[in-house]
């Protein structure tokens, strides 16, 4: 977030004595002095979001310049809020989630940051380009963004060009304009002992690379099977067919934060409706009904949404403790062939 800030402070700081007020901030309909009080308001409004731990509103509350603050207060208020955003960020515990629309109704602490560094450079862009200034963030900061809350969007050459075509700003080589777009923070689903977190593109890409991807996992790592999961969501991010809420989900224990296993889909739901489910405990956490639980979770989730009528298991017939969980859970066996039993539950 600091980092963010500090590229617009310098960026816009070189024309403080420019007349912000007239002029129009690039495509906006604002003029730049309006977009950056837009910024330091939606700064000071993620950082109320989430240490107020707002669950079904924005916090109500408004904010605004002093009529006589110069462009160099204008700076100075979006550095101020941007430090108070990031202080958020760093003591917000990490399953804390607060209200924000898009598109699941709640965000955590890293999507915030993400939201709250997309504002900063997508409309310092904007500015710049109504002041007519060259101008062009680091790149890290823009992939930050695309890998928390674009992660529908393919990535391309550079990931600047990529942010500024997905929200409207820019053109691609090969691609289509964009005309309306909305980012999009991780589904996260509620089962009794557990939460299912849906990855991000960046969470994935640090599993598949034995990394945490974040989180305290019981045993110290992530499954072998969590890992090749997480490869195949890097896969599909790349070609740009990944979609969330039917990706993989870490499945995190409530009483005490940490990470006992993974469960996911392995695409979108086909023609049929039918929509192919795998699961994966670390050694540490089995036995103790978590796999059945979660399963039954994302399942009927599964099968609440429009146009899914079966959720598919595929298991080794010499997995018997997977069989087990399959058969709690509610499926029933629907085939077999090459050693595997595919189980399936009906809406």
């Not at 504002?119 to 904007?126: N, R």
């Not at 059945?292 to 979770?297: F, H, I, K, P, S």
Request: include cysteine; hydrophobic fraction near 40%.
């Amino acid at each position: 977030m600091e980092e963010a800030v500090a590229y617009c402070v310098t960026a816009l700081g070189a024309v403080t004595d420019r007349n912000w007020e007239e002029v129009r901030a690039g495509r906006l309909e604002w003029s730049c002095r309006r977009t950056a009080e837009h910024i330091a308001s939606d700064l000071v409004a993620y950082a109320a979001q989430l240490a107020g731990r707002a669950q079904d509103a924005y916090v109500p509350f408004g904010f605004g310049l002093d009529e006589d603050t110069g462009n160099t207060g204008v700076l100075q208020v979006i550095t101020t809020t941007g430090a108070l955003l990031a202080a958020a960020v760093r003591t917000t515990p990490r399953p804390v989630r607060a209200f924000h629309p898009h598109p699941f109704g709640h965000a955590n602490r890293e999507g915030f940051a993400a939201m709250g560094v997309a504002e900063v450079l997508l409309h310092t862009h904007d500015i710049a380009e109504g002041l007519g200034i060259d101008h062009e963030p680091p790149a890290g900061l823009a992939s930050f963004v695309l890998t928390r809350i674009f992660p529908r969007v393919r990535p391309g050459r550079e990931p600047w060009p990529t942010l500024l075509w997905a929200t409207g700003r820019g053109d691609l080589p090969g691609r289509e304009p964009v005309t309306g777009w909305k980012w999009s923070n991780n589904p996260v689903l509620g089962a009794e002992r557990l939460t299912l977190e849906g990855v991000t593109p960046a969470t994935a890409a640090d599993l598949s690379l034995a990394g945490d991807g974040g989180y305290d996992w019981i045993g110290g790592a992530a499954a072998e099977g969590t890992r090749e999961g997480a490869g195949i969501t890097v896969k599909q991010y790349e070609e740009g067919a990944f979609h969330p809420e039917w990706g993989m989900y870490v499945l995190v224990r409530r009483e005490d934060d940490r990470a006992v296993g993974a469960m996911g889909f392995h695409g979108v739901p086909d023609a049929d409706g039918r929509v192919e489910i795998g699961y994966d405990l670390v050694p540490g956490a089995r036995g103790n009904g978590y796999a059945t639980e979660a399963l039954r979770t994302l399942s009927h989730w599964a099968l609440d949404q429009d146009g899914v009528r079966t959720v598919v298991a595929v298991v080794e017939r010499e997995n018997v403790p997977s069989r087990n969980v399959v058969a709690r859970a509610g499926f029933t066996r629907a085939g077999e062939d090459a050693g595997q039993i595919t189980y399936a539950l009906r809406g």
